[in-house]
């Protein structure tokens, strides 16, 4: 049984299909970008609130953790796109469909969101390792609860996460591709778009696979750059 | 409940497509986790044309998106298969080929937290490589490692959702399907987030019970 | 029933075994002692195949064990092992751990298997922990419940691996009277171990090994006595406290 399918690689080069990739490639890396800024943000506020001696703000962290995490990312994604909207009541939800680019907004909201759960977790886990003596250390010298966190706690935690953040940088990239499902033209989408127009699908999707390795890659490497110029010494680091 | 009334007209359609969401997970958890298997002791393998091959595939598939690897696969069948293939199967073999990596990755955890002695002990019995793997390193590994897994589990539960994007008729998909006529979305994608956010929750509780009973020193 | 000659292993540039020259005889019981880090237990180990080595020849009742074409699996159904760290398999029973090998390699069926396995436990003195997991046995318990795993092939060699070296001083001595049972029953041992009292009581020889090499033998009252060597008496000064 021969293949009855040619492969046509120059799809990928091709204009305008050389074209729409690297659009999507762009539109790609935006997402990735725009959204982790949120996710690290919102992350790090909620991570500490998840820890802090006042019940409800503990509920309130928890209880943001345990939504964004249990709720599938497409989920998420439609609810804000096609509901939310019309959480703004009726007069206001009009206005709002009728922005342009307006999956490309709740996109990176969303992905911002949903990321910020898991780095909440992380943010979490960094404090738990810190010794509980640390905590004290920097109380008895008189520093606030705020500024302890702020100048102590904090960049000491962060420094110890940036493994599993850079899990969570690279995860946030590959769901950026969820956003395909909202019209977003990111990198996925245009892998779809090529093979419509040429059927050639086989290789549109391949040649996406590659760019997402390169980006890992890029990923990896920046965030090793940054785990060795804040390295604690002392510390058990890798190899 | 005049608030879930668009949700309540189309229960059955709806109901239907979790229906197949439910089918989707369980077969790509039975055969992820074979496949993990397999994947995890390839990964510990001394024989390099077995590591080798096993390494690149996990690598590569960790790193590019569930979506894609959900689209390649929908273009790759029918030139395999020599005709078009149906959403169902295609979703089922893309999930087995790209969880397995994920199983792979914590039963490899798994196998390399069993001591050695214990492996030793077994071939000092005269049990062989097939023996010594099937009766003591997988059994004492999934025991060890059954939080991780539950957990994973419940995120290949959640990640059927992207079979959408090849038509499949599971949960979502149908649930915008009804939206379109509807236009009631707060209620659907509110029903269909909070049914995700009960089950998921469920299962990380008693997953965290089983990290408890661990105490029962493996 | 065991020839060593010459044998020595290299683990890299390490040497850790060299030129070891030994019989054994049916029969016979022989404790090897000596500081860590002298290759006692690797030695041990490449007697049932587990660790290949370079050069030299072992020889258990006519098979060669380095020799391409021995069927090592089979080679160990003769040997039995016993573990420092007793090395039993968590997941399953005392029961469970004895039956699993007479059923999956002599392919006895359970029944069979397990009428062995409580005589067994009878044998090393705890029948009534046959269905308990290893978790909730004690240290002493777990070691008997090795030592009749291994006895359920019905080996002709018994080696032990620093039995009573991970056991609490109170529950020595029930692991050294079923070994001295074992002995005293015939079996061929070899025990590494620094129990000089179990040595005294039955051993045939008793060797000292330091740096892969073995520096002295003799049979216990010769060796307790009058060692030849200054470090066989070093060490001893230091052991028999």
Same mark, same amino acid.
């Given at each position: 049984?021969?293949?009855?399918?040619?492969?046509?690689?120059?799809v990928?080069?091709?204009?305008?299909?050389?074209v729409?990739?690297?659009?999507?490639?762009?539109l790609?890396?935006?997402?990735?970008?725009?959204?982790?800024?949120i996710?690290?943000?919102?992350?790090?506020?909620?991570?500490?609130?998840?820890?802090?001696?006042?019940?409800?703000l503990?509920?309130?962290?928890?209880?943001?953790?345990?939504?964004?995490?249990?709720?599938?990312?497409?989920?998420?994604?439609?609810?804000w796109?096609?509901?939310?909207?019309?959480?703004?009541?009726?007069?206001?939800?009009?206005?709002i469909?009728a922005?342009?680019g307006?999956?490309?907004?709740?996109?990176i909201?969303?992905l911002?969101l949903?990321?910020?759960?898991?780095?909440?977790?992380?943010?979490?886990?960094?404090f738990?390792?810190?010794?509980?003596?640390q905590?004290q250390?920097?109380?008895?010298?008189?520093?606030?609860e705020?500024?302890?966190?702020?100048?102590?706690?904090?960049?000491?935690?962060?420094?110890?996460i940036?493994?599993?953040l850079?899990?969570?940088?690279?995860?946030? *990239?590959?769901?950026?591709s969820?956003?395909?499902?909202?019209?977003?033209?990111?990198?996925?989408?245009?892998?779809?778009?090529?093979?419509?127009?040429?059927?050639?699908?086989?290789?549109?999707?391949?040649?996406a696979?590659?760019?997402y390795?390169?980006?890992?890659?890029?990923?990896?490497?920046?965030?090793?750059?940054?785990e060795s110029?804040?390295?604690?010494a002392?510390l058990?680091?890798?190899? | 409940?005049?608030?879930?009334?668009?949700?309540?007209?189309?229960?059955?359609?709806?109901?239907?497509?979790?229906w197949?969401?439910?089918?989707?997970?369980? *077969?790509?958890?039975?055969?992820?986790?074979?496949?993990?298997?397999?994947?995890?002791?390839g990964?510990?393998?001394?024989?390099?044309?077995?590591?080798?091959p096993?390494?690149?595939?996990?690598?590569?598939?960790?790193?590019?998106?569930?979506?894609?690897?959900?689209?390649?696969?929908?273009?790759?069948?029918p030139?395999i298969?020599?005709?078009?293939?149906?959403?169902?199967?295609?979703?089922v073999?893309?999930f087995?080929? *790209?969880?397995?990596?994920?199983?792979?990755?914590?039963?490899?955890a798994?196998?390399?937290?069993v001591?050695?002695?214990?492996?030793d002990?077994?071939?000092s019995t005269?049990?062989?490589?097939?023996?010594?793997?099937?009766y003591?390193?997988?059994?004492?590994?999934?025991?060890r490692?059954?939080?991780?897994?539950?957990?994973?589990?419940?995120?290949?539960?959640q990640?059927?959702?992207?079979?959408f994007?090849?038509?499949?008729?599971?949960?979502?998909?149908?649930?915008?399907?009804?939206?379109?006529?509807e236009?009631r979305?707060i209620?659907?994608?509110?029903?269909v987030?909070?049914l995700?956010?009960?089950?998921?929750?469920?299962?990380?509780?008693?997953?965290?019970?089983?990290?408890?009973?661990?105490?029962?020193?493996y | 029933?065991?020839e060593?000659?010459?044998?020595?292993?290299?683990?890299?540039?390490f040497?850790?075994?060299?030129?070891?020259n030994?019989e054994?005889?049916q029969?016979?019981?022989?404790?090897v002692?000596?500081?860590?880090g002298?290759g006692?237990?690797?030695?041990?180990?490449?007697i049932?195949?587990l660790?290949?080595?370079?050069k030299?020849?072992?020889?258990?009742?006519?098979v060669?064990?380095?020799?391409?074409?021995?069927?090592?699996?089979?080679?160990r159904?003769?040997?039995?092992?016993?573990?420092?760290?007793f090395e039993?398999y968590?997941?399953?029973?005392?029961?469970?751990?004895?039956?699993?090998?007479?059923?999956?390699?002599?392919?006895?069926?359970k029944?069979?298997?397990?009428v062995?396995?409580m005589e067994?436990?009878?044998?090393?003195?705890?029948?009534e922990k046959?269905?308990e997991y290893?978790?909730?046995?004690?240290?002493?318990?777990?070691q008997?419940?090795?030592?009749?795993?291994?006895l359920?092939?019905?080996?002709?060699i018994m080696?032990?691996?620093?039995?009573?070296?991970?056991?609490?001083?109170?529950?020595?001595?029930?692991?050294?009277?079923?070994?001295?049972?074992?002995?005293?029953?015939?079996?061929?041992?070899?025990?590494v171990?620094?129990e000089?009292?179990?040595?005294r009581?039955?051993?045939?020889?008793?060797?000292?090994?330091?740096?892969g090499?073995?520096i002295?033998?003799?049979?216990?009252?010769?060796?307790?006595?009058?060692?030849?060597?200054p470090?066989?008496?070093n060490?001893?000064?230091?052991?028999?406290l």
């Amino acid at each position: 049984m021969g293949l009855a399918y040619k492969f046509d690689w120059g799809v990928l080069w091709r204009q305008p299909y050389g074209v729409w990739l690297l659009k999507g490639i762009w539109l790609t890396i935006q997402l990735g970008l725009l959204g982790w800024i949120i996710a690290f943000a919102l992350g790090i506020f909620i991570g500490t609130i998840r820890i802090s001696p006042w019940r409800w703000l503990r509920f309130l962290g928890t209880a943001y953790v345990e939504v964004f995490r249990n709720v599938p990312f497409l989920v998420q994604l439609f609810f804000w796109y096609f509901a939310g909207p019309m959480l703004f009541g009726h007069s206001l939800q009009f206005r709002i469909n009728a922005i342009i680019g307006l999956n490309y907004y709740v996109a990176i909201v969303a992905l911002g969101l949903y990321t910020a759960s898991r780095v909440a977790e992380h943010v979490r886990a960094g404090f738990g390792s810190i010794a509980r003596d640390q905590y004290q250390a920097a109380l008895s010298t008189g520093l606030t609860e705020v500024q302890m966190y702020r100048y102590v706690i904090i960049p000491y935690a962060l420094r110890i996460i940036i493994p599993p953040l850079t899990t969570e940088f690279l995860t946030i *990239f590959k769901n950026s591709s969820v956003a395909m499902t909202i019209g977003v033209a990111e990198t996925t989408f245009m892998s779809y778009k090529i093979d419509s127009e040429t059927f050639h699908g086989l290789e549109a999707t391949t040649g996406a696979m590659v760019i997402y390795l390169i980006l890992g890659l890029a990923v990896v490497k920046l965030m090793g750059i940054l785990e060795s110029r804040f390295r604690i010494a002392g510390l058990v680091g890798r190899k | 409940m005049r608030m879930f009334d668009a949700v309540a007209k189309n229960i059955s359609f709806l109901l239907g497509g979790y229906w197949i969401t439910i089918k989707l997970t369980m *077969f790509a958890l039975a055969g992820g986790i074979s496949l993990g298997i397999l994947v995890g002791l390839g990964r510990i393998s001394k024989k390099k044309w077995v590591y080798y091959p096993v390494t690149f595939y996990v690598n590569l598939i960790r790193n590019i998106p569930l979506i894609l690897v959900i689209f390649w696969f929908y273009f790759v069948m029918p030139i395999i298969v020599g005709r078009p293939l149906d959403p169902f199967p295609s979703a089922v073999i893309s999930f087995i080929i *790209f969880e397995a990596t994920y199983f792979g990755e914590i039963l490899r955890a798994g196998f390399q937290s069993v001591s050695k002695g214990q492996i030793d002990a077994g071939y000092s019995t005269g049990l062989n490589y097939i023996q010594t793997t099937r009766y003591i390193l997988i059994p004492i590994a999934v025991r060890r490692m059954l939080p991780s897994m539950i957990t994973q589990s419940i995120v290949t539960y959640q990640d059927t959702c992207l079979a959408f994007v090849i038509g499949l008729h599971e949960f979502v998909r149908r649930t915008t399907i009804v939206d379109n006529f509807e236009v009631r979305s707060i209620q659907l994608f509110g029903f269909v987030a909070i049914l995700f956010l009960i089950t998921c929750y469920i299962s990380s509780v008693v997953s965290r019970r089983f990290e408890v009973k661990r105490e029962r020193g493996y | 029933m065991i020839e060593i000659r010459d044998l020595s292993k290299w683990y890299g540039n390490f040497q850790v075994l060299d030129n070891i020259n030994e019989e054994i005889k049916q029969g016979q019981t022989v404790v090897v002692c000596g500081p860590s880090g002298s290759g006692k237990s690797t030695l041990l180990r490449c007697i049932n195949g587990l660790e290949p080595f370079q050069k030299g020849e072992i020889i258990v009742d006519g098979v060669s064990v380095s020799d391409r074409s021995t069927n090592l699996y089979k080679l160990r159904t003769e040997i039995g092992m016993v573990f420092q760290r007793f090395e039993l398999y968590p997941h399953m029973t005392a029961m469970q751990n004895i039956t699993l090998a007479p059923m999956k390699v002599r392919n006895k069926s359970k029944k069979e298997a397990e009428v062995k396995a409580m005589e067994l436990l009878q044998r090393v003195g705890i029948p009534e922990k046959a269905h308990e997991y290893p978790a909730n046995l004690s240290g002493g318990q777990q070691q008997r419940v090795a030592i009749a795993r291994s006895l359920a092939m019905e080996p002709k060699i018994m080696m032990f691996d620093e039995p009573t070296s991970a056991l609490d001083p109170e529950m020595i001595k029930e692991v050294l009277d079923v070994m001295i049972d074992l002995s005293k029953g015939g079996m061929t041992m070899i025990v590494v171990t620094h129990e000089m009292g179990f040595a005294r009581e039955v051993a045939d020889e008793i060797i000292f090994m330091d740096e892969g090499r073995i520096i002295e033998r003799g049979t216990d009252i010769s060796f307790f006595k009058n060692p030849k060597n200054p470090r066989t008496k070093n060490f001893l000064d230091k052991i028999l406290l």
